[in-house]
């Protein structure tokens, strides 16, 4: 199975542009004003019209009002939905659009019991927990604690970068990485060459996986 990639905390249409030529699945566009890495809907625009066909256009919302994601909606080509906060399912269903969750690894966390209340959920995005932040941490959790038997399709997140992407696969096997941080030049800025480097370690493990 291929591993498909995520490059969130787009920014502008170079990069998004970018990320697609290399190979990337979809790109993530935050729409959580205190992000770094937040965009405007003139932005996020942009950004979508830049983009080659095929690619995923993913909004992350963080705890967001339904009036403001139906307005983002009206203004932006968005193809997914990913809910990064506290949000209940009833909070991320009706929106027309397909929706994934994230939740954060925090200490005791119960991933399937968690992960049962998304049922509608087109996956799970596990990412690694810091009290008072919502996400874009930097850092790994440990993925020992990602569970084998989950039902929805699996997003690893968290201090992804292409230093340790390939080990990740190998012990997660998940669906699909989310990667940030981990390929930017600074905050919100990415690297062409750490987003080549990162492409290049995922095809890595997936043409070991054709010799085996």
């Not at 905390?9 to 990320?19: H, K, M, N, S, Y």
């Not at 809907?41 to 139906?70: D, H, M, S, Y």
Request: charged fraction near 20%.
């Amino acid at each position: 199975m291929r591993t498909r990639v995520k490059i969130c905390g787009i920014t502008r249409p170079e990069d998004g542009l970018a990320a697609a030529r290399l190979g990337a699945d979809a790109i993530g566009l935050v729409f959580h004003s205190p992000s770094l890495r937040a965009v405007s809907e003139k932005q996020a625009r942009a950004i979508c019209e830049a983009l080659p066909p095929f690619v995923t256009r993913v909004g992350l919302f963080v705890n967001a009002e339904r009036g403001k994601i139906e307005r983002i909606l009206a203004e932006v080509a968005l193809d997914l939905l990913q809910f990064h906060g506290d949000e209940p399912a009833a909070d991320c269903e009706g929106y027309g659009r397909p929706w994934i969750k994230a939740l954060r690894m925090a200490p005791g966390l119960d991933v399937i019991d968690s992960a049962r209340q998304y049922r509608a959920a087109s996956g799970i995005l596990l990412d690694s927990y810091q009290a008072g932040q919502a996400g874009g941490t930097g850092t790994t959790f440990d993925w020992s604690r990602v569970p084998a038997a989950l039902d929805t399709p699996l997003i690893l997140a968290g201090g992804l970068e292409p230093g340790n992407v390939a080990a990740a696969i190998e012990q997660v096997q998940p669906w699909a990485v989310d990667v940030s941080g981990g390929v930017e030049a600074s905050k919100g800025i990415k690297s062409a060459a750490r987003m080549a480097a990162f492409m290049h370690e995922v095809n890595h493990v997936e043409a070991g996986r054709a010799v085996d």
